[in-house]
């Protein structure tokens, strides 16, 4: 059989394609290309047969290959989409917590007897000072020699127990350089004492004078131990602390005046400072605490120094302003102990002191530098609120849901009630990031 007779019974490729042509399986079907191989007649038909069922054997499967439904593609676009947001909604969800703490509302009108250095059960109170100084130049008289002792004011503390210590007269405390100040009276350093649930130690705040007279005695804020105690358990329980720097202590010759320019010089120095009596504004009431109407008491001092010049002398005048205070979470503490019947040593606060009226007893009889005990009239309203810790609250709601969280408010006596909001409004779990939670507190006073 020649080539041309040969030829004449393959099948071609149109009878091979389906309709549509070649151009319609280009589309459809990757292009295989048979590539001719050197050889007999025989060889290359049956070459070309077996390329010819092979490739109607693939054209047959794929037409048989089912075809995905409309329904099933958009079911899968739209539960991707559902899956997007439910990612996006847990990324950016945000808690509120509204909680109502524990409150007690007290009508006040009681006379109250607080005291500088307080034992348990009672109302303590404190003082904060300012001074103003101003001078005048007078001509000196003359010299004298002087050996001055600095002193100073420090806190004593009493974490040893409950029960107070007296400490007498002349008792060293030893500073931290190894200086050693002496107290200049017997006195009873008060026990430890419950404040908010923990027991903090007793203290009082007392005068110090140096041992030894001269400047190397002057110091700034430093802590204070009782050599007397070195050898007992009590050495570390018993401390101090400076509430004022060490001052005054010095050992040479000083300008001096005579007593009629003294009186005179005074006189200056009173009329200036009198003006400044009333401007109490330099005068800072600590944060946390409360001061009132007629707990401001002034004192004046004067002191000779030496002038600028040979022959000089000036003389000092220190106008000191000095505030009765009280600390509010003391007073609010206070306040629990004695009016509310179910009280049991919580962390309290006042939520509005600004309701309660302090007024100070035989004022004139007061003598703010050394009494341990005044007496106060208070009147009006205080706010009492329990403490809630938000960031122990947060901890512990985390992991919860809107349904269940209520089971935690048990391990918070300090809570009423409290209830949620959760953005997005489908995500039910609270997140465990405490950031993502935000505690707001509904107080009565607000309403």
């Not at 050996?147 to 007498?168: C, M, W």
């Not at 200056?268 to 946390?288: E, V």
């Not at 509005?352 to 050394?370: A, E, F, G, P, W």
Request: charged share 25%.
């Amino acid at each position: 059989m020649n080539e041309n007779s040969f030829n004449n019974h393959k099948k071609s490729l149109r009878e091979i394609l389906p309709k549509g042509g070649a151009r319609a399986y280009k589309r459809s079907t990757p292009v295989l290309q048979h590539v001719p191989l050197a050889g007999s007649e025989a060889e290359n038909d049956l070459i070309n047969r077996n390329y010819t069922e092979e490739l109607e054997t693939t054209l047959r499967d794929r037409r048989r290959m089912p075809k995905i439904p409309k329904y099933v593609i958009w079911a899968i676009g739209l539960l991707f989409v559902v899956l997007v947001i439910f990612i996006a909604g847990s990324f950016f969800t945000k808690v509120t917590a509204e909680i109502v703490p524990k409150q007690a509302r007290i009508n006040l009108s009681e006379s109250i007897t607080a005291s500088h250095s307080a034992a348990e059960g009672e109302l303590e109170f404190g003082t904060v000072s300012n001074v103003i100084t101003e001078e005048v130049v007078v001509k000196a008289s003359g010299t004298k020699e002087v050996e001055e002792k600095a002193s100073g004011e420090i806190t004593i503390y009493n974490d040893y127990s409950k029960d107070s210590q007296t400490l007498v007269a002349k008792t060293r405390f030893e500073a931290k350089n190894g200086k050693i100040y002496r107290i200049t009276q017997n006195i009873s350093v008060p026990g430890q004492k419950i404040e908010g649930g923990k027991t903090v130690p007793g203290s009082i705040t007392v005068k110090v004078v140096a041992d030894q007279a001269g400047a190397e005695y002057n110091a700034e804020l430093t802590d204070f131990t009782i050599p007397g105690f070195r050898d007992s358990d009590r050495f570390d329980k018993f401390y101090a602390r400076s509430k004022t720097a060490m001052t005054g202590g010095m050992i040479g010759t000083v300008s001096d005046i005579s007593q009629s320019d003294r009186e005179d010089a005074e006189a200056t120095l009173k009329s200036k400072l009198a003006s400044k009596t009333k401007d109490t504004s330099s005068l800072q009431i600590p944060d946390g605490h409360i001061s009132f109407k007629d707990a401001i008491f002034t004192t004046t001092e004067f002191e000779v120094k030496n002038g600028a010049k040979a022959g000089e002398a000036k003389l000092v005048g220190k106008l000191t302003y000095t505030a009765i205070v009280f600390n509010k979470i003391k007073l609010a503490t206070y306040l629990a102990e004695q009016r509310v019947s179910d009280y049991a040593d919580e962390a309290v606060f006042l939520s509005d002191s600004s309701k309660i009226n302090i007024s100070l007893q035989n004022r004139d009889q007061v003598d703010i530098s050394s009494d341990e005990q005044i007496e106060v009239k208070m009147t009006g309203t205080a706010f009492l609120v329990w403490t809630v810790n938000e960031d122990e609250f947060k901890q512990a709601i985390g992991g919860y849901n809107k349904g269940n969280f209520k089971l935690v408010i048990g391990d918070f006596p300090a809570i009423q009630s409290a209830k949620l909001k959760i953005v997005p409004p489908w995500v039910r779990s609270i997140p465990n990031d405490p950031n993502k939670i935000e505690v707001k507190q509904i107080l009565a006073t607000e309403d």
